[in-house]
């Protein structure tokens, strides 16, 4: 089932993200709307455009992307100056794989609608196991205790034990009076799960306790540059945070840029 190749450890990516203390372009926002989280740009870096980017995380100072399609879902490391991928997991064609997330040296994916997800070793990339859900599997993260799950054509979020990797509990997502659905790519920072809107440019932070957005960031003006200049790019979906630099990387799916962003 895995595609193994010799351990790469892209060494570029701590100077890339501990470097990025000069701004290289400033895309604030000038809304007063207290839910807007105003970013700056601090670098680009290239991103492969075969990649139907579904999740992506740092982990161990490497970029670990997961991509989706029949016959094109793959777990890789990203070499952070050239944005090429070192593969080392390829699912088999039937299955759509979806979001990632590292937890306890274990590799967590989900795929689409097969309902079907598996853990790996974060070191050997070895198939640990496999299990199963009754929803749709599109984001996750964790909160350090809990996977976190979306579900994408609902409205919730869902917390599985890592042991029995079983829902424990699950949320409504609201922002205001409104349900959010097509929650996709997810990262936990910080308390906080930012999620990407499938088919927009927005990222929310989610209160996980209540389900309630407290915050949103608008990335309008990287997205419409992107498909402006690269009309075979498709949306926005990718969140990963470095700790250490406090930057969160972002793509999309087929796009040939990623973006280091840090929050105001």
Same mark, same amino acid.
């Given at each position: ?11 570029? *990516? ?11 372009? +400033?895309?604030?926002?000038?809304? +007063?709307?207290?839910?807007? #989280?105003?970013?700056?740009? #601090? ?29 094109? +879902?793959?777990?890789?490391? @990203?070499?952070?100056? =050239? ?16 979001? #990632? ?13 097969? /309902?079907?997800?598996?853990? &790996?070793?974060?070191?050997? &990339?070895? /198939?640990?196991?496999?299990? =199963? ?16 799950? %979306?579900?994408? +054509? ?15 509990? %699950? @949320?409504? @997502? ?11 790519? *997810? ?18 932070? #989610? ?37 250490? =630099? ?11 840029? =990623? ?6």
């Amino acid at each position: 089932m895995s595609n193994r190749f010799p351990f790469i450890l892209p060494v570029l *990516l701590p100077l890339v993200l501990l470097s990025c203390t000069k701004k290289q372009t +400033s895309e604030e926002e000038t809304s +007063s709307n207290p839910m807007d #989280i105003h970013y700056t740009l #601090i670098n680009t870096l290239p991103h492969n455009t075969d990649a139907w980017t579904q999740g992506l995380v740092i982990y161990q100072n490497k970029i670990l992307e997961s991509t989706g399609q029949p016959n094109r +879902s793959w777990i890789a490391e @990203v070499n952070a100056s =050239s944005g090429e991928h070192d593969k080392k997991v390829t699912l088999p064609g039937q299955y759509f794989g979806e979001g #990632i997330t590292v937890l306890n040296n274990k590799i967590y994916q989900l795929t689409w609608e097969e /309902k079907t997800g598996f853990v &790996y070793d974060a070191r050997t &990339y070895k /198939k640990l196991r496999e299990f =199963s859900y009754d929803i749709q599997g599109w984001g996750l993260t964790h909160d350090g205790k809990n996977l976190i799950m %979306s579900d994408g +054509s609902g409205y919730k979020l869902h917390f599985l034990d890592t042991a029995t990797l079983k829902i424990v509990r %699950s @949320v409504t @997502v609201m922002d205001g009076g409104s349900r959010v659905k097509d929650l996709n790519e *997810l990262e936990y920072i910080d308390g906080y799960v930012f999620a990407n809107v499938w088919n927009t440019n927005w990222i929310l932070k #989610i209160d996980p306790a209540t389900g309630k957005v407290v915050g949103r960031i608008d990335l309008s003006a990287i997205g419409e540059q992107i498909r402006v200049m690269y009309p075979e790019a498709n949306v926005l979906n990718g969140i990963a945070y470095d700790a250490r =630099s406090k930057a969160l990387l972002i793509t999309g799916k087929l796009w040939p840029k =990623s973006y280091l962003i840090r929050l105001q």
